[in-house]
């Protein structure tokens, strides 16, 4: 059962509101992490429009999105490549109408995408 709503909600916190204040409330400071944009649609689950991720600093990255969408989920993780792999697990179980490529490899790194391997 737990396994099922992980499924379901993308293993990603929220949703929250795309909003200063909640971002703020919600995220560490200078933290890696992953996030998807979206809205809960009419009947309740959250539509991710698009996923990305950041290798250093999740809040100030999900800042920048502001007013490009309803709400917000994210995670933290302690390490980039599992924010790296967490965005392209998302990627390619939701394939979002934001993205239209996907997620590039972090700079300096040979991470392959745990899906597709490429
Ligand atoms: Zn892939």
């Keep these: 059962m ?3 709503q992980e499924l379901a909600g993308a293993g990603l916190r929220g949703p929250f509101p795309l909003s200063s204040d909640a971002i703020e409330e919600e995220l560490v400071e200078r933290c890696p992490g992953t996030y998807a944009l979206g809205f809960v649609d009419h009947l309740g689950r959250f539509a ?6 950041a290798g250093e600093d999740l809040k100030s990255k999900l800042k920048a999105h502001i ?3 309803a709400q917000f989920k ?3 993780f302690a390490d980039e490549r599992q924010a790296y792999e ?3 697990e998302i990627f390619h179980k939701f394939m979002p109408s934001g993205n239209i490529l996907h997620p590039s490899r972090p700079r300096g790194t040979d991470w392959t995408c745990p899906k597709c391997r490429r």
């Design 2 to 4: 737990m396994q099922q």
């Design 48 to 53: 991710i429009s698009y996923v990305g991720s």
């Design 67 to 69: 007013g490009t969408a």
């Design 74 to 76: 994210f995670r933290h």
């Design 86 to 88: 967490k965005e392209c």
